[in-house]
């Protein structure tokens, strides 16, 4: 039973418009919530993360926004550039674990 | 600051061979996880290590161990391999407490089995 869902296995959008990445888990106990960026022959690199005491969280170009009631929380990245090309990997915790449950992942393609 | 380093980065075995993986943590970290990622799928939890001792555990069978190291680096040990545990496996490292946001990841061994 999958407790962190990415629908979408890619994404394509050109340069400069906005990227959504979604997620939903299905899990009430999470608290956490991160995404990570992964580039081929890399590790995952962590992006942003939020707390489930908030519904926004906003670093730079990128933007996560959590809707509890849905389970549901979604990437913003604005304007896409592309070198944020790579898999997107939303992650789950909680109580302070750094014990992770990762989605699928969704690819991201920025077309020049 | 030096990152989370693995070895080896690729390696081929058959069914019913064991397998090693090392792992070196970053500086001033003193927690390892282990995370399992199959193709097309996300990493998977298998444990945590934390003052040499197992610290949290997935959904993986004791075939999967693990050592971690007064240096803090650690191993991964999968005896009797199956076809299944064919994946990248990735090694983390992070302070104890400091957060699930703090872990850094190596860049995996990716081992196959034939």
């Known amino acids: 039973d999958q407790q962190v869902k990415q629908n979408s296995p890619s994404l394509s959008v050109q340069e400069g418009r906005i990227s959504i990445l979604n997620c939903d888990y299905t899990?009430?106990?999470?608290?956490?919530f991160l995404w990570y960026k992964k580039y081929p022959a890399e590790g995952p690199t962590f992006l942003i993360s939020?707390?489930?005491?908030?519904d926004k969280n906003e670093d730079g170009r990128f933007t996560v926004f959590l809707n509890k009631s849905a389970k549901h929380l979604s990437l913003h990245i604005v304007p896409s550039q592309p070198g944020d090309s790579a898999v997107y990997f939303c992650?789950?915790?909680?109580?302070?674990?750094?014990?992770?449950?990762f989605g699928k992942g969704t690819k991201l393609t920025v077309n020049p | 600051e030096t990152g989370v380093t693995q070895s080896p980065t690729h390696l081929i075995k058959t069914r019913g061979q064991q397998v090693t993986l090392r792992c070196s943590s970053q500086?001033?970290?003193?927690?390892v996880s282990w995370y399992q990622q199959a193709l097309g799928q996300g990493p998977q939890f298998i444990f945590q290590?934390?003052?040499?001792?197992?610290?949290g555990r997935g959904n993986f069978p004791p075939r999967f161990s693990g050592l971690q190291f007064p240096n803090y680096s650690s191993e991964l040990n999968v005896n009797a391999l199956e076809l299944d545990d064919s994946a990248l496996y990735l090694c983390?490292?992070?302070?104890?407490?400091?957060?699930?946001?703090?872990?850094?990841f190596g860049a995996g061994s990716r081992l196959t089995v034939l």
């Open positions: 500086s001033g970290h003193n927690t």
């Open positions: 939020i707390s489930s005491i908030k």
């Open positions: 290590y934390y003052r040499e001792e197992e610290n």
């Open positions: 983390a490292s992070s302070r104890l407490g400091g957060g699930a946001n703090v872990l850094s």
């Open positions: 899990n009430s106990m999470f608290d956490y």
């Open positions: 992650a789950a915790s909680q109580g302070g674990s750094e014990k992770l449950v």
